[in-house]
């Protein structure tokens, strides 16, 4: 674990209230609308994947309000459609990160992550963040995702 400030960073987003098990269903999906939809904006990409999670549950049943981010350089818009442009805050954390298959995340990525902070009683911010550096498949041994805690 070690801990870093990520500067703001301008995204095109999708949001939805989801459990666990139905982040990946849906993050294939509006990832490729929001890709379709950064082509048809003539958006620049500016960097990987973001998934925001805000109160990430600890079970497979509770919901959460998930984010699903393509960093953009371009402005700001509004909400009025299903995609939007906005701009995510500095962002205080705790971060390590994680090589493998998604069957993993959780056990060898998040668990240990966790532990990290809270043995340095470290507080959460109860949001969190992931960041996909690499990705080839769900089940693939070479994806690299960075996780992230916000930290008071």
């Known amino acids: 674990m070690h801990q870093k400030v990520v500067e703001p960073l301008t995204v095109l987003y999708a949001a939805q209230e989801l459990t666990i098990p139905e982040i990946g269903s849906h993050a294939e999906k509006l990832c490729a609308a929001l890709l379709a939809e950064a082509q048809k904006q ?24 998930a ?47 966790v532990n990290d902070i809270t043995g340095a009683g470290l507080r959460v911010t109860g949001e969190s963040r992931e960041i996909y550096h690499a990705w080839a498949a769900p089940d693939s041994p070479d994806n690299r995702v960075e996780l992230q805690f916000g930290v008071e």
């Open 67 to 113: 984010e699903f981010c393509l960093p953009v350089d371009g402005p700001e818009t509004g909400s009025d459609s299903a995609f939007a442009v906005k701009t995510l805050n500095r962002f205080a954390c705790a971060a390590s990160e994680y090589r493998g298959s998604l069957a993993g995340l959780f056990e060898h990525g998040y668990q240990p992550l």
């Open 42 to 65: 003539r958006l620049s990409i500016a960097g990987p994947w973001v998934f925001v999670y805000h109160k990430l549950p600890a079970n497979g049943t509770d919901r959460c309000l």
